[in-house]
């Protein structure tokens, strides 16, 4: 049997949630070796190579069929893929469950008792074996990006608190969260200051919120991890900050796509 020694490389997985215009899909244009996307969003300003929109399971399923032929072949000229974003793929999976069980909305009778988790769960599981099989037999990065949304959390033995999570259902965030070796959080830096409002009261407001960071892990208020040393927060972020964390043999030399 061969025995493995240290850190082996290969590449990456990672999630990068955050707030609108944060630059998440600004991070994936920036991959080193170049990174195709998975345009469920529809962004048509992003400058890098991208997908026709994709609005429905079949054309999910056609894009992750040609990244898997070409580059079976050795004819896949990126290094990376990005799915923009999770969270609408989380939307066209519910569409997907309505259209084959033919009703209107996962509200109908028919999910009710918890039967709805259970086919959402089963599609994400098949995206999670998808998004594998492109990393470990096709030797892809995977770049998930999201947008984030504040979830309650209830400890059993504490007061219950919120925290920025992935904005998709809480069996995606868990399964994508656990197998991605990277999450990452971004947001605006905001802080309350107080103001007068008359008869001797004061009330607090926002201020700040042009200041970007990034968290890399976690908080009691943030979803985040790394498994690379990375600092624990990041004012000057970007694809080739996070490349300077990873061994050598991890290293995509050039921004080229070639």
């Known amino acids: 049997m061969q025995i493995l020694k240290g850190k082996q490389g290969g590449p990456r997985r ?37 997908t026709p929109p994709i609005r429905t399971w079949e054309e999910w399923q056609e894009f992750w069929s040609y990244c898997d032929q070409a580059a079976a072949k050795g004819e896949f000229p990126y290094r990376w893929i990005a ?28 999910f009710s008792y918890g039967k709805g988790n259970k086919f959402i769960e089963a599609m994400w599981d098949r995206i999670k074996f998808q998004l594998d099989w492109l990393h470990t037999e096709r030797g892809l990065g995977i ?24 904005s998709v259902c809480e069996f995606a965030r868990d399964l994508l969260c656990d197998w ?40 009691a208020g943030v979803r985040a991890k790394n498994r690379l040393n990375m600092p624990e927060e990041m ?3 970007s694809f080739e900050k996070y490349a300077e ?11 080229s796509n070639g």
């Open 14 to 50: 990672v999630l990068f949630h955050g707030t609108n215009f944060i630059g998440k899909t600004t991070f994936a244009s920036q991959a080193f070796g170049g990174a195709l996307l998975a345009n469920l969003e529809d962004d048509r300003d992003v400058d890098m190579d991208k």
């Open 245 to 255: 964390f990873f061994v050598p043999s991890e290293l995509l030399k050039g921004k």
């Open 180 to 219: 991605c070796q990277e999450v990452f959080f971004g947001s605006f830096r905001t802080y309350a200051v107080k103001e007068d409002a008359g008869f001797n009261r004061t009330r607090n407001i926002a201020a700040g919120g042009s200041e970007r960071f990034v968290r890399t892990q976690p908080t």
């Open 83 to 110: 799915v923009d974003t999770i969270d609408a793929l989380q939307r066209i999976i519910e569409k997907q469950i309505c259209k084959e069980k033919n009703v209107e909305s996962m509200a109908d009778d028919k």
């Open 143 to 166: 770049i998930l990006l999201a947008h984030s949304e504040a979830v309650k959390i209830t400890p059993p033995d504490a007061p219950s608190y919120e925290r920025w999570e992935p």
């Open 235 to 237: 004012v000057e972020f």
